[in-house]
């Protein structure tokens, strides 16, 4: 519902056959119409038409202008998920180097967005990026396989004492938030321009739950990192009276987290509610590291820890289940 005012219209029906119905008066008035305009008319996902009255007119860009400040690489990143096009940094002077290096860090880590323009003064950043392009759901699958590789990879460095290997896990951190904030760039959009989502094949209804598995996706991520963060603290490895299961956890709860995002994509309700059931086996696996650890000093703390994250990587999969429903028919 775009307006705030519902007009209820009678279809009506010419001797020919043709159906009917008036716009209101004053939405053709205020988007231009006249005798002869040409409009666009769309059946939505849901059933319901569309009326374009824009149709073949080229969208204006959005331009956001910012000034300088310490928080201007969040700024910028604000703007992107806001789904502006343009974004000017303009300060009143010289642009010190500190700002300069804080848009080029902030236009890294955003996809699409590049720098265009540049002078002593105005650094100007375009999103060249065609939303129509990325569906939201292919984005949400690269987003989970690199998290689900860092998962993998984060308790292969722990239990091996491979800090090379946490170190890349950690680096792999950036790709997952670009992918993060673009996924929402993109729901914003959609949420902004209807039409969009139907290409996309996205009702806005659904853009929250897009959001919501994004955001647990990214913590996957995140907690990935704190185990890898534990190896390089560490420094060695495990031995295998607590890499044994230690590992049994791990491979459960990254089960439970690949079945868990198959459930969205497929829509399996009974695949999600498998997932939500494993929690009891989920404590007794961690009972079974708590077990082992017994007296093993440092080590054995860090087992402990990395044991907790694993734990938190399950409750992101039961989340994500939850969000699992029927499609309608």
Same mark, same amino acid.
């Given at each position: =519902?775009?307006?705030?005012?519902?007009? &209820?219209?009678?279809?009506?029906?010419?001797?020919?056959?043709?159906?009917?119905?008036?716009?209101?008066?004053?939405?053709?008035?205020?988007? $231009?119409?006249?005798?002869?305009?040409?409009?666009? #008319?769309?059946?939505?996902?849901?059933?319901?038409?569309?009326?374009?009255?824009? *149709?073949?007119?080229?969208?204006?860009?959005?331009?956001?202008?910012?000034?300088?400040?310490? *928080?201007?690489?969040?700024?910028?990143? $604000?703007?992107?998920?806001?789904?502006?096009?343009?974004? @000017?940094?303009?300060?009143?002077?010289?642009?010190? /180097?500190?700002?300069?290096?804080?848009? %080029?860090?902030?236009?890294?880590?955003?996809?699409?967005?590049?720098?265009?323009?540049?002078?002593?003064?105005?650094?100007?950043?375009?999103?060249?990026?065609?939303?129509?392009?990325?569906?939201?759901? %292919?984005?949400?699958?690269?987003? *989970?396989?690199?998290?689900? /590789?860092?998962?993998?990879? !984060? #308790?292969?460095?722990?239990?091996? /004492?491979?800090?090379?290997?946490?170190?890349?896990?950690?680096?792999?951190?950036?790709?997952?938030?670009?992918?993060?904030? &673009?996924?929402?760039?993109?729901?914003?959009?959609?949420?902004?321009?209807?039409?969009?989502?139907? $290409?996309?094949?996205?009702?806005?209804?659904?853009?929250?739950?897009?959001?919501? =598995?994004?955001?647990?996706?990214?913590?996957? /991520?995140?907690?990935?990192?704190? #185990?890898?963060?534990?190896?390089?603290?560490?420094?060695?490895?495990? $031995?295998?009276?607590?890499?044994?299961? &230690?590992?049994?956890?791990?491979?459960?709860?990254? +089960?439970?987290?690949?079945?868990?995002?198959?459930?969205?994509?497929?829509?399996?309700?009974?695949? !999600?509610?498998?997932?939500? @059931?494993?929690?009891?086996?989920?404590?007794?696996?961690?009972?079974?590291?708590?077990? !082992?650890?017994? +007296?093993?000093?440092?080590?054995?703390?860090?087992?402990?820890?990395?044991?907790?994250?694993?734990? @938190?990587?399950?409750?992101?999969?039961?989340?994500?289940?939850?969000?699992?429903?029927? %499609?309608?028919?």
């Amino acid at each position: =519902m775009w307006g705030s005012v519902v007009e &209820l219209r009678k279809v009506q029906r010419t001797s020919s056959g043709t159906f009917f119905v008036c716009v209101p008066k004053g939405w053709a008035e205020r988007v $231009g119409l006249g005798r002869g305009s040409v409009v666009a #008319v769309s059946e939505l996902i849901d059933g319901r038409l569309a009326v374009d009255a824009r *149709y073949g007119v080229e969208r204006e860009p959005r331009v956001a202008v910012i000034s300088p400040s310490p *928080y201007l690489s969040r700024e910028i990143t $604000g703007k992107y998920l806001l789904g502006y096009d343009v974004i @000017r940094v303009v300060a009143e002077d010289r642009m010190s /180097g500190e700002d300069r290096e804080s848009v %080029k860090q902030a236009s890294n880590g955003l996809v699409g967005l590049e720098i265009v323009e540049e002078d002593y003064s105005n650094i100007v950043l375009q999103c060249l990026l065609e939303p129509s392009t990325f569906p939201p759901e %292919k984005i949400l699958r690269r987003e *989970y396989a690199i998290a689900a /590789g860092m998962h993998r990879d !984060a #308790v292969r460095a722990f239990v091996g /004492g491979d800090v090379h290997l946490a170190r890349n896990v950690v680096a792999r951190d950036v790709e997952v938030d670009r992918l993060y904030f &673009l996924l929402v760039r993109i729901l914003r959009t959609i949420v902004q321009r209807p039409g969009l989502g139907e $290409g996309l094949g996205v009702r806005a209804i659904e853009c929250l739950d897009y959001r919501l =598995m994004a955001s647990l996706v990214e913590s996957v /991520g995140d907690l990935s990192v704190e #185990v890898a963060e534990k190896a390089v603290e560490l420094g060695e490895g495990v $031995g295998e009276g607590l890499s044994e299961p &230690l590992l049994r956890l791990h491979g459960f709860a990254f +089960g439970c987290h690949e079945r868990a995002l198959e459930a969205v994509f497929s829509r399996d309700v009974e695949m !999600a509610e498998g997932v939500r @059931r494993e929690r009891g086996e989920v404590e007794e696996l961690l009972g079974g590291v708590e077990g !082992a650890v017994g +007296g093993a000093g440092g080590v054995g703390a860090c087992v402990l820890a990395v044991a907790g994250l694993i734990g @938190r990587i399950f409750d992101c999969a039961v989340d994500v289940a939850d969000l699992v429903m029927r %499609k309608e028919e």
